[in-house]
T-cell receptor, first 115, second 118 residues
Framework: QQQVKQSPQSLIVQKGGIPIINCAYE??????FPWYQQFPGKGPALLIA?????SEKKEGRFTISFNKSAKQFSLHIMDSQPGDSATYFC??????????????FGKGTKLSVKP | NAGVMQNPRHLVRRRGQEARLRCSPM?????VYWYRQLPEEGLKFMVY????????ESGMPKERFSAEFPKEGPSILRIQQVVRGDSAAYFC????????????????FGPGTRLTVL
């Protein structure tokens, strides 16, 4: 119930390609779905986040697609660049009577963008 | 505005010693979360604190681990009698208020403390 399943574990694309990372969840009480980017030796940094009342959100080259009925959401990176090479984590959290709780993270996807 | 600060960045302890990890949230943030990351794994929630209160400690082992966030000073994650399995990266995050909608709810992460238990 508390799990967030992320795939693929690793991904290699050419520069300019569109990597897609997928996540699925079970708990229908989740109502906040962020994506974090992490470089080696650094803490995660928020990329983009979505709530279930919209099906898509775009910020720059990053787009989240959200399918509430399938309980799935995905991250698309347009025109990927070598600098996008990092580990990407999806996460989810739920609201506890007005107070949002902790983030449940997927296991991460290691993305490598080849020049 | 400085980000979330954690120290030390690297900590080496022998089995049985105590480890103290410190986290200073972003200015104005009163909500702190601690997460643990094992190699090649995602982050696992440990504890959520607000000033002087533990809100949710459901992810923290019942023994040897404790956390506090005093009225003054940083949040502290304390691990007593460390074992090799405690070796991991420990991340602290802070938010302006609990996630409830809007950009101010974001959890901002620190650079982490990498604990190695020999």
């Amino acid at each position: 119930q508390q799990q967030v399943k992320q795939s693929p574990q690793s991904l290699i694309v050419q520069k300019g390609g569109i990597p897609i990372i997928n996540c699925a969840y079970e708990n229908t009480a989740f109502d906040y779905f962020p994506w974090y980017q992490q470089f080696p030796g650094k803490g995660p940094a928020l990329l983009i986040a979505i709530r279930p009342d919209v099906s898509e959100k775009k910020e720059g080259r990053f787009t989240i697609s959200f399918n509430k009925s399938a309980k799935q959401f995905s991250l698309h990176i347009m025109d990927s660049q070598p600098g996008d090479s990092a580990t990407y984590f999806c996460a989810a959290s739920r609201n506890y009577g007005g107070s949002q709780g902790n983030l449940i993270f997927g296991k991460g996807t290691k993305l490598s963008v080849k020049p | 505005n400085a980000g979330v600060m954690q120290n030390p960045r690297h900590l080496v302890r022998r089995r049985g010693q105590e480890a103290r990890l410190r986290c200073s949230p972003m200015k104005g943030h009163s909500h702190v979360y601690w997460y643990r990351q094992l190699p090649e794994e995602g982050l696992k929630f440990m504890v959520y604190l607000q000033k002087e209160n533990i809100i949710d400690e459901s992810g923290m082992p019942k023994e040897r681990f404790s956390a506090e966030f005093p009225k003054e000073g940083p949040s502290i994650l304390r691990i007593q009698q460390v074992v090799r399995g405690d070796s991991a990266a420990y991340f602290c995050a802070s938010s302006l208020r609990p996630l409830a909608g809007g950009s101010t709810d974001t959890q901002y992460f620190g650079p982490g403390t990498r604990l190695t238990v020999l």
